[in-house]
């Protein structure tokens, strides 16, 4: 704030002593790197002979910055300006009067120590680092909006969180602003909160999965954990031996087994960083596979839909317990103009009381293929038997089929009408 004031004063006592001099502009703020000139004349005598001068005395045509002379007065040249060509310059001219021109040259905006990707502990108080050179700086979340929380402060070298829970890892935005020059810079900083790994959902005292004899059963685990954890899959009393396929994505591990007598029992998911480990026992139980659907039917169609009707099987058939009873069905369906051996649609729905499941965004005027199967906490049952159900025809499709058979009935009628008409008269 003193500076302006100073440039204020500077630029009234200029007004007073100036007399017929003009000088244009009186007052540059800029960055580095910039080039541009300014030029000082008499505005009564255009031959009145003027000059310049810096902090170092006299200006000519080899001193930094130059002078040059025109149609528009004796000219300084700011070529590529540095911050050295800050400070005041005093045109005088033959009349001994003078005038002042006053040059403010910003550092360069610019970063400091500032890296894109930033490691905190969980429990800790962190600072994430942004130091801005040549201008002030701002925080914002990664949506632009103010930063509004009573753990975190910005300070001289950062943003201060306090007590860093993984709840803080996201992106910060650090903003690089320069009044004068009207330049912005904006760093995105991602947090990153190390901890051990912990279970989604938390560890419980077991969980149970189930599956059919000869099929397929898929034991999940997955984890929060930074850095990203590590799993083993054991089977008491030893570790398991991979007779089954692990799938793995970043803390995420899943073991798919073909399930036999001996492959039922107690499994131990490990999950393990540098910060710690976490386990998690599966007991996978033998459950019964459900028979497909009673009965498949199409309760009502749109051009683009078909709502379906699903009865489940009756599972106290197979003497399965309560825990056995459907829970859902998957649906398959393709379009009938399709080549042999196209991939089919699919979709899960869970058990619906008013018996409906809709398939929809459906060409119009189409033939599918439909075909469902039962889903329980075990598995899925086979599937049905293949329904052919259609789709309805859209407006445009009724408009075009009816517009020749409309005018082959309507052109004879109207000239039949017509020619009797005239008969008449």
Same mark, same amino acid.
Request: charged share 25%.
């Given at each position: 704030?003193?500076?302006?004031?100073?440039?204020?004063?500077?630029?009234?006592?200029?007004?007073?002593?100036?007399?017929? $001099?003009?000088?244009?502009?009186?007052?540059?703020?800029?960055?580095?790197? /910039?080039?541009?000139?300014?030029?000082?004349?008499?505005?009564?005598?255009?031959?009145?002979?003027?000059?310049?001068?810096?902090?170092? *005395?006299?200006?000519?045509?080899?001193?930094?910055?130059?002078?040059?002379?025109?149609?528009?007065?004796?000219?300084?040249?700011?070529?590529?300006?540095? $911050?050295?060509?800050?400070?005041?310059?005093?045109?005088?001219?033959?009349?001994?009067?003078?005038?002042?021109?006053?040059?403010?040259?910003?550092?360069?905006?610019?970063?400091?120590?500032?890296?894109?990707?930033? /490691?905190?502990?969980?429990?800790?108080?962190?600072?994430?680092?942004?130091?801005?050179?040549? *201008?002030?700086?701002?925080?914002?979340?990664?949506?632009?909006?103010?930063?509004?929380?009573?753990?975190?402060?910005? #300070?001289?070298?950062?943003?201060? #969180?306090?007590?860093?829970?993984?709840?803080?890892? /996201?992106?910060?935005?650090?903003?690089? #602003?320069?009044?004068?020059?009207?330049?912005?810079?904006?760093?995105?900083?991602?947090?990153?909160? +190390?901890?051990?790994?912990?279970? #989604?959902?938390?560890?419980?005292?077991? !969980?149970?999965?189930?599956?059919?004899?000869? *099929?397929?059963?898929?034991?999940?685990?997955?984890?929060?954990?930074?850095?990203?954890?590590? @799993?083993?899959?054991?089977?008491?009393?030893? /570790?398991?031996?991979?007779?089954?396929?692990?799938?793995?994505?970043?803390?995420?591990?899943?073991?798919? $087994?073909?399930?036999?007598?001996?492959?039922?029992?107690? =499994?131990?998911?490990?999950?393990?960083?540098?910060?710690?480990?976490?386990?998690?026992?599966?007991?996978?139980?033998?459950? &019964?596979?459900?028979?497909?659907?009673? @009965?498949?039917?199409?309760?009502?169609?749109?051009?683009?839909?078909?709502?379906?009707?699903?009865?489940?099987?009756?599972?106290?058939?197979?003497?399965?317990?309560?825990?056995?009873?459907?829970? *859902?069905?998957?649906?398959? =369906?393709?379009?009938?103009?399709? +080549?042999?051996?196209?991939?089919?649609?699919?979709?899960?729905?869970?058990?619906?009381? !008013?018996?409906?499941?809709?398939?929809?965004?459906?060409?119009?005027?189409?033939? =599918?293929?439909?075909?469902?199967?039962?889903?329980? &906490?075990?598995?899925?049952?086979?599937?049905?038997?293949?329904?052919? @159900?259609?789709?309805?025809?859209?407006?445009?499709?009724?408009?075009?089929?009816?517009?020749?058979? @409309?005018?082959?009935?309507?052109?004879?009628?109207?000239? $039949?009408?017509?020619?009797?008409?005239?008969?008449?008269?």
């Amino acid at each position: 704030m003193t500076s302006y004031v100073i440039i204020f004063l500077l630029f009234i006592v200029n007004k007073s002593i100036q007399g017929s $001099l003009v000088v244009t502009p009186t007052l540059v703020v800029t960055a580095v790197n /910039k080039s541009f000139i300014v030029s000082c004349y008499d505005s009564n005598d255009k031959s009145v002979v003027v000059e310049w001068s810096g902090r170092h *005395g006299k200006l000519g045509p080899n001193t930094r910055p130059k002078v040059q002379t025109g149609k528009d007065g004796t000219r300084i040249w700011f070529n590529m300006t540095t $911050l050295q060509d800050d400070g005041t310059y005093l045109c005088t001219s033959s009349k001994n009067e003078s005038i002042q021109f006053k040059l403010v040259v910003e550092a360069p905006l610019e970063f400091m120590d500032t890296s894109p990707e930033q /490691k905190a502990l969980e429990g800790r108080d962190v600072t994430i680092r942004c130091e801005v050179r040549g *201008g002030r700086r701002t925080w914002s979340d990664e949506d632009n909006n103010e930063i509004n929380d009573t753990r975190i402060e910005s #300070i001289g070298d950062g943003l201060l #969180i306090q007590n860093v829970t993984r709840k803080y890892s /996201k992106i910060y935005i650090c903003k690089a #602003i320069q009044p004068n020059t009207g330049t912005i810079l904006e760093k995105r900083i991602r947090l990153k909160v +190390e901890h051990a790994p912990t279970f #989604i959902p938390p560890q419980g005292v077991a !969980d149970h999965v189930y599956g059919y004899l000869n *099929g397929y059963a898929n034991l999940t685990c997955l984890v929060e954990a930074e850095p990203p954890a590590k @799993f083993e899959w054991l089977s008491s009393p030893t /570790k398991f031996k991979k007779t089954g396929n692990v799938t793995e994505s970043p803390n995420q591990s899943i073991l798919q $087994l073909k399930l036999e007598k001996s492959t039922f029992g107690k =499994y131990k998911c490990r999950a393990s960083n540098s910060l710690g480990k976490a386990e998690r026992i599966i007991i996978l139980e033998e459950g &019964v596979r459900p028979d497909p659907p009673e @009965f498949l039917e199409l309760r009502g169609a749109n051009s683009d839909l078909l709502d379906l009707g699903i009865k489940g099987p009756d599972m106290k058939k197979l003497n399965a317990s309560d825990s056995m009873q459907p829970i *859902g069905f998957n649906v398959r =369906y393709r379009s009938r103009k399709e +080549e042999e051996g196209s991939d089919w649609s699919q979709r899960e729905f869970n058990v619906s009381q !008013d018996n409906s499941y809709v398939l929809r965004h459906l060409r119009h005027n189409t033939e =599918y293929e439909v075909e469902a199967a039962t889903r329980n &906490v075990a598995g899925l049952s086979e599937y049905s038997n293949i329904s052919i @159900f259609k789709t309805l025809p859209s407006v445009n499709d009724i408009g075009h089929n009816l517009e020749p058979e @409309f005018l082959s009935v309507f052109i004879p009628s109207t000239y $039949l009408v017509i020619s009797i008409a005239l008969t008449k008269l």
